[in-house]
């Protein structure tokens, strides 16, 4: 088997491996999400399953999980940290997986929690019940944000370290 054609099928069974995490019990919010989408938009070569292979991953846990009423915001946010990824692509480092972790979690944050308040009867429909509603995810932003920076810190830590420098490394000898 080809290099690339090795390297697509282990980032294809990274993202389906982390969305099964989602149907384990895990600490309410801390899941791979959005690291699975930052981390696909950083790693496919084909942009086309950077966007497909985590959308359809997430679809599967929900099809078992459940359906909800925001999923289109939650997929949208997704496709936005898969171009954070893309943006990460060709130079990926702490510092920018540090910067596009934080940006994915704050714009998963603002579009979702926008989705609730649009397509529920939470809060009230103008600026006070949109605040209201922003107000009450805040303890649900300190858990993802945390979740975000772990599994990307071992996400791309991982990958970097175990298959991308050992892969050379067997390739050099």
Known sequence: ???????????????????????????????????????????????????????????LSDLIIGLHNTIFFVYFAM???VLLGFWLRHSISSGRVLLASVAGSLLFFVITNFGVWLMNDFYSKDILGLAESYLMALPFLQR???????????????????????????NAS
């Open 79 to 81: 496709l936005i940290s």
């Open 144 to 170: 993802s944000l945390l979740g975000d920076l772990f599994f990307n810190g071992v996400l791309f830590f991982s990958y970097h370290y175990f298959l991308v420098n050992k892969s050379k490394a067997l």
């Open 1 to 59: 088997m080809n290099r690339i054609k090795t390297k697509t099928i282990t980032l294809i069974a990274i993202i389906f491996a982390l969305a099964l995490y989602r149907l384990l019990p895990h600490p309410l919010n801390v899941t791979p999400v959005m690291a699975m989408a930052l981390f696909s938009g950083a790693h496919f070569d084909k942009k086309v399953y950077a966007v497909l292979v985590p959308l359809l991953a997430m679809l």
